[in-house]
């Protein structure tokens, strides 16, 4: 990744599934590297089960806050029927994380998928597993932060293998 | 308070941290996407925050606390700014004493509105000055600037937001905090206060001076940005709309207007002028172009099918190369629907197999026009559903005015219902009417907030409450029922079918605490009865 190439992080599901929680924790770690951080959701009507996007951008200067049409690096996708509907977004060559991609990651609560996903998108980024599990736990209250961290660690691990 | 260095704030959280370090006296507002964040955040950093029974009310406390030299913040989305309209209209006659700062956050696209009215036409049209941020940083920055604006012209400022600014978080320096405010004090001033016609003429001269000195600083030292570039592309822009323009052409000349109202029209002139081809990209209205060609400046405009929905940078590309792009069609998403076990399904399922015409209002319950209800007929704005319904049972012959139905929310209810209930109690239709209130005991949509008749502040604190069926009683409507729809949908459905029977004026109260808010309001209900709380009254009383 050229240091100074905008990475576009497009995270989607349906309202409900952490969707905004996933896409807060990307964005708090790549602060935490000191760049600079674009993130851009859409609430309201959408948050009654219907879907929900949210858009990461993190780089030297980011300027616009949502990602441009097709030019989405990654995709992560918490609700299988949704990827087809967000898949338009990568870019050509651009890396999809369905929902498949925890397959094998057991979880003690399915909710926690947001954060098995990340644990697998987090081999994709240059961000050590220290940062990503610093900014669940800011997050979280202090239950609820070692299930979610434990999550991402599941997924880290599933990822390596 | 805080003063980090560098944070990750979204919008509405940078115009809440603004407020703080702006010394606000008071935040007050009534709750709208994308704007209610700014209170709940002004709230949380130890800020006076308030929900207002509706927007005209927020706005008239605002202003008093602002005629009492104290800062005043006010908050509502872009069709609160209507219900508003009035107070602000005669408010830029009276000016302040202390800085007002008048939030709209506007919602082009309608991610979660009836419309994608632009309120800078607003700024116009009530002769104040608006600032636009284009991020979170501005958003800071331009709230303190409107304070700062507000108390040296001693006028309201507007601070016009939109939804992605609102909810995009970007990184935030904030500035040192201001020194504490002088103390709040009332000084007479009859001429400056009330506008009787003998004392607004005058008023409305100052307003037009004080424009004319806040136009001249504008241009002289305003919020304007030149960023400088190749001459072959001149942008002029403003919000939002500026970072997609920088990101779509990095190497064109930008002036990005940050006070768009009164508009530094001779900064613009200069800027055109330096420039081989000069293009307006605006959200929105044709706010700027139309300013800019009625000066006679030489900018291009954008084809009208822009006009609709939110800019991105794709679409900005378009406006600027003129070449539409190869145009894919986006799949649509899933539609977002009545929870599972949310008490309005049994309230839709009803009129649906009742037949009703239904009045609608808004809130989640306008959700109720979906499959596998269809059970909502009109949407309009806020408390519509009384008076449309009213209407509808005037017009229509009697066999079809026997089946409508009013259904609005209890917080819309408070909001803008009240009015609505006087007009059917004053001027009843010949078959009757009947209103349903589904009290969910929250603001729903929004992300549930208190409003008067939960009996809690914004902070969940108790405070007066007002009873829904002891305010309809005392408004003149003796045929007042209250049924959970959840325990006994069969119940409710029967009372509605006898209250359209009956032929007379009634009003349902389908009362059922919201699923998602229950068990927070079991909370606060058990905190409530530890606690002192002091001014419990009721309107029965």
């Known amino acids: 990744m050229p240091a100074d190439k905008v990475t576009n992080v497009i995270v989607a599901g349906l309202g409900g599934q952490g969707v905004l929680r996933a896409a807060e924790t990307v964005a708090a770690v790549a602060f935490a590297a000191g760049?600079?951080?674009?993130?851009?959701?859409?609430?309201?009507?959408?948050?009654r089960g219907g879907s929900v996007m949210c858009d990461v951008r993190f780089g030297?200067?980011?300027?616009?806050?949502?990602?441009p049409p097709g030019e989405g690096d990654f995709l992560l996708v918490l609700a299988p029927d949704q990827v087809e509907v967000n898949r338009w977004r990568l870019r050509a060559g651009g890396t999809l994380i369905a929902p498949e991609a925890a397959a094998g990651v057991v979880l003690a609560d399915k909710r926690s998928l947001n954060m098995a996903l990340l644990g697998v998108f987090s081999r994709h980024l240059p961000f050590a597993a220290e940062a990503w599990t610093a900014a669940i736990r800011a997050q979280f209250s202090e239950k609820a932060a070692a299930a979610n961290a434990a999550a991402f660690a599941a997924g880290r691990a599933a990822a390596h293998a | 308070m805080v003063t980090a260095e560098r944070l990750l704030l979204s919008g509405d959280e940078a115009v809440a941290l603004a407020a703080c370090h702006a010394g606000v006296a008071l935040g007050t507002g009534y709750p709208g996407t994308p704007s209610t964040e700014i209170l709940e955040a002004f709230s949380a950093l130890g800020g006076r925050a308030q929900w207002a029974p509706n927007e005209k009310v927020a706005l008239e406390v605002a202003l008093g606390a602002a005629f009492a030299a104290a800062r005043a913040l006010v908050t509502m989305k872009h069709v609160g700014l209507n219900v508003a309209a009035d107070p602000l209209f005669t408010a830029a006659y009276t000016g302040v004493a202390g800085g007002l700062v008048l939030v709209s956050a506007d919602d082009p696209g309608m991610a979660?509105?009836?419309?994608?009215?632009?309120?800078?036409?607003?700024?116009v049209a009530a002769a104040v000055p608006m600032l636009e941020p284009a991020d979170s940083q501005e958003a800071y920055d331009f709230t303190r600037l409107g304070f700062e604006l507000s108390e040296r012209w001693r006028i309201p400022v507007l601070l016009r937001m939109t939804t992605r600014v609102c909810h995009s978080k970007t990184v935030v320096r904030p500035a040192p905090p201001a020194p504490p405010a002088a103390p709040a004090h009332f000084v007479r001033d009859v001429p400056g206060r009330v506008m009787i016609p003998a004392y607004a003429r005058p008023a409305h001269h100052r307003l037009r001076q004080k424009l004319e000195e806040i136009l001249a600083w504008n241009e002289a030292a305003g919020p304007t940005r030149l960023i400088p570039g190749e001459r072959r592309l001149g942008v002029v822009t403003s919000g939002i709309a500026a970072v997609h323009v920088r990101e779509a052409d990095p190497g064109a000349s930008v002036l990005k207007l940050g006070l768009t109202h009164p508009l530094?029209?001779?900064?613009?002139?200069a800027f055109a002028a330096s420039v081989e081809r000069c293009v307006v990209v605006e959200e929105g209205d044709p706010y700027?172009?139309?300013?800019?060609?009625?000066?006679?400046?030489?900018?291009?405009?954008r084809p009208a099918r822009y006009r609709f929905g939110e800019l991105d940078v794709a679409r900005v590309r378009e406006i600027l190369t003129g070449a539409a792009s190869p145009g894919r069609p986006v799949p649509p998403g899933k539609p977002p629907q009545l929870c599972n076990g949310c008490p309005h399904r049994n309230v839709f399922a009803a009129l649906r197999d009742l037949g009703c015409i239904v009045a609608g209002d808004i809130g989640c319950y306008t959700l109720g026009v979906l499959p596998p209800f269809e059970a909502m007929d009109t949407c309009v704005c806020m408390g519509a559903s009384l008076g449309v319904g009213l209407g509808l049972r005037h017009a229509l012959p009697a066999a079809e005015a026997r089946r409508v139905v009013s259904v609005i929310g209890d917080s819309t209810f408070m909001h803008?219902?009240?009015?609505?209930?006087?007009?059917?109690?004053?001027?009843?239709?010949?078959?009757?009417h009947l209103l349903?209130?589904?009290?969910?005991?929250t603001t729903a949509m929004t992300g549930m907030q208190e409003h008067p008749g939960t009996g809690r502040t914004l902070d969940h604190r108790g405070t007066g409450r007002v009873r829904i069926e002891a305010l309809v009683r005392a408004m003149g409507i003796a045929d007042v029922r209250v049924v959970d729809p959840i325990q006994e949908p069969g119940a409710f459905q029967a009372t509605v079918a006898d209250c359209l029977d009956r032929g007379g004026l009634a009003v349902v109260v389908a009362r059922r605490n919201c699923l998602l808010a229950a068990g927070k309001i079991r909370e606060y209900e058990r905190a409530l009865t530890t606690d002192d709380t002091p001014g419990q009254c009721d309107a029965s009383g």
Request: proline share 5%.
């Open chain 1, 60 to 67: 030297a200067e980011v300027w616009s806050p949502m990602v």
């Open chain 1, 35 to 47: 760049l600079d951080v674009k993130k851009s959701e859409v609430h309201g009507m959408s948050q």
């Open chain 2, 264 to 269: 530094p029209l001779e900064a613009v002139r």
């Open chain 2, 112 to 123: 979660s509105s009836q419309n994608e009215q632009d309120n800078r036409r607003y700024a």
């Open chain 2, 436 to 441: 349903i209130v589904l009290d969910n005991g």
């Open chain 2, 416 to 432: 803008s219902g009240l009015t609505g209930l006087l007009e059917m109690v004053y001027n009843p239709p010949a078959t009757g």
């Open chain 2, 288 to 301: 700027l172009f139309e300013a800019l060609r009625a000066a006679g400046i030489l900018a291009e405009g």
